[in-house]
Every structure is written in structure tokens, then in C-alpha cells.
């Protein structure tokens, strides 16, 4: 897992370090986070690897404790090489936010392998034993949950952008006073 995030660091990217995330870090920029939708867009891929991990635990039979386990490998994998690298500028090596933001990652990434098992054995006992039966039953209402989330976020998206244009033009209006149009060079 911590290879197939380090690949999709790299093919798709962003690429970016996760003292990004984190208000206060030197060098956080909050525009970053909300004008780049491809960097909201890498995290939510990011945090989906340790709970499809989860759910392959899941179905192989595998413990709460196993998918916990490799979700927290994961992430120390991903992490260990920041150890030997310089910090950044103003951070010392023991500085207690690099070391939450370290445990969080941790935590993160086991709490989301364990979700997927949970997931998956929620979907075993809802199907009486059968993950596929499950599936078949909620298909359509998945499909149409999705469908409707999807035509609800366009329409609060175009509704918002549309706000926000004519807002900007109501501004550029009242500082830009309207030019005569009587040409006074005759």
C-alpha cells in the first residue's frame, strides 16, 4: 500500500508534504488548500488506499487487528524517510505538532484499514453471509444516491459560482465609476 500511494504520488499527483495540511506549520497556505481541488482530491485518494486495504483484509478473513496493524505499517512506511530528512524551516525535530501529525497519520491510516473490515462485515451480515447478495439488493439505490449527490453538488457549485460573479461584477462596477460616453476632444 505505501508503494501504491508513493505511485500515485508520483503518476498523478499532487505530490506534496502533509505539513501542508496543517494550520500553523511554516509554510501552510491556506489558498493552497482551498483553490487547488487536485490537493483535496490526492488526500481523499490517499486516505481511500488503507480502507480498500481493509476491505481486502475483510474479505480474506482477516482481523480488526491485522488490517489495524498493516493500515499503521502503511503509514510509518510513507513516513520513515522524513525522519533522516531535513525539518522544515522552523521546526524542531521533536516539535510536539510534527509528532501529533505524525501519531494522526498513524491512527488515520489503521483506524481506515479497520473501517474497511468493519465495512465488509457489515455487508456479510446484512447479506445473511453473502457480500454479493448484499450488493445486488442495494445496487439501485446506491446508483441513485450517487446520481443525486452528483446533480446536487453541480447545482450548489454552478449556484455559488454564479453568485460569486455577479458579486465581483457589483464590485467592479462601484469602483470603476461608468466613463461618459460624450467624447470631449472636439
Not at 497556505?29 to 488503507?50: H, I, K
Not at 489495524?68 to 531535513?86: I, R, T
Not at 501519531?103 to 457480500?131: H, K, P, Q, R
Request: with cysteine; charged share 15%; hydrophobic share 55%.
Amino acid at each position: 500500500m505505501a508503494l501504491l500511494i508513493r505511485l500515485d504520488a508520483k503518476l498523478i499527483g499532487p505530490y506534496f508534504a502533509l505539513s501542508e495540511l496543517v494550520p500553523g506549520f511554516p509554510g501552510f497556505d491556506a489558498p493552497l488548500w482551498t483553490q487547488r481541488g487536485a490537493l483535496r482530491f490526492a488526500v481523499a485518494r490517499r486516505a481511500l488506499y488503507p480502507f480498500l486495504l481493509g476491505c481486502i483484509f475483510g474479505l480474506s478473513g482477516l482481523s480488526l487487528y491485522v488490517a489495524g496493524v498493516a493500515g499503521g505499517m502503511a503509514a510509518f512506511l510513507l513516513l520513515w524517510p522524513g525522519f533522516f530528512m531535513p525539518r522544515p524551516w522552523g521546526v524542531r525535530q521533536f516539535e510536539w505538532r510534527l509528532i501529533l501529525l505524525h501519531v494522526s497519520m498513524l491512527a488515520a491510516f489503521a483506524g481506515f484499514s479497520a473501517l474497511g473490515v468493519v465495512v465488509v462485515g457489515t455487508m456479510e451480515a446484512l447479506g445473511d453471509g453473502d457480500i454479493l447478495k448484499y450488493v445486488a439488493e442495494n445496487l439501485f439505490n446506491w446508483i441513485v444516491t450517487l446520481v443525486v449527490t452528483i446533480a446536487a453538488s453541480a447545482f450548489t457549485k454552478g449556484l455559488f459560482l454564479s453568485m460569486k460573479e455577479r458579486s465581483e461584477d457589483r464590485r467592479r462596477r462601484s469602483f470603476n465609476p461608468v466613463s461618459s460616453t460624450h467624447d470631449s476632444s472636439n
